[in-house]
């Protein structure tokens, strides 16, 4: 099973990528953990990435290519995978297609989150993630029990570099010019399906896990 899950900054790909991931048993694979994965460990690719990533820009596609097929290709990856943040250009989604191809692999299903603009600002200017598992909060809509801890693993709670308003503004604009259109592109080539992406948590992943079956997944 190969998911893409497509969608705006803020939309809530990497909670909905997991909670698919998790259901199938299939590996979860972000993009953009990968990068900041790549900072921690201090790797030339993490600090390569650092510039574009804390001004809202896109890293360029060699990069990510290489990144992302060298993950595609480990173990945990083989029964199937989620991706969440990857294709974001054209470049990309064609760079996999042509390597799938190669393997006599194809995505089953593409998934598009459909948030609005206002509320992509209001999430991503109160978001916290954990330093550790990833997992996102809200200062005012879903606030930790305790302040700066994580209630899944006690990790410490952090506002990523990007979340500042000037760079969501960025990467909202970013998102509108190289990224939406791989909402046609999917669509174009069959396997698309799009969810509204604005209710609760549950909500968007109970309509996510009902694609499943609609794709023939
Ligand atoms: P994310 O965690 O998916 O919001 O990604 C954070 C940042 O990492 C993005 O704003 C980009 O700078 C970079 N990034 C993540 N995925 C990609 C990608 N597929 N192509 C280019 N840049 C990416």
């Given at each position: 099973m190969r998911i893409i899950i497509l969608g705006p900054?803020?939309?809530g790909k990497g909670t909905q990528a997991k909670v698919v991931a998790d259901s199938l048993g299939i590996a979860h694979i972000a993009s953009g953990d990968l990068l900041r994965d790549h900072q921690e460990r201090g790797t030339k690719l993490g600090s390569m990435a650092r510039s574009y990533m804390q001004q809202g820009l896109l890293v360029p596609d060699d990069v990510i290519i290489g990144m992302i097929e060298e993950r595609l290709h480990s173990s945990d990856a083989q029964r199937g995978y989620v991706l969440d943040g990857?294709?974001?250009?054209l470049e990309q989604a064609r760079a996999l297609d042509k390597t799938m191809e190669k393997e006599g692999q194809r995505i089953d299903l593409a998934v598009n989150i459909r948030v609005s603009e206002k509320e992509l600002i209001r999430r991503l200017g109160g978001r916290l993630v954990c330093r550790r598992c990833q997992r996102p909060y809200h200062e005012v809509s879903s606030p930790p029990r305790?302040?700066?801890?994580?209630?899944?693993?006690g990790g410490e709670l952090y506002q990523r570099e990007d979340d500042t308003s000037e760079a969501v503004r960025r990467r909202i604009q970013v998102y509108a010019k190289q990224t939406a259109p791989l909402i046609q592109y999917y669509y174009e080539r069959g396997g698309l399906v799009e969810i509204d992406g604005e209710g609760s948590i549950d909500e968007v992943r109970d309509s996510l896990l009902k694609t499943m079956p609609k794709a023939g997944v």
């Open positions: 900054p803020g939309a990857f294709p974001r250009t305790k302040r700066g801890v994580c209630d899944e693993c």
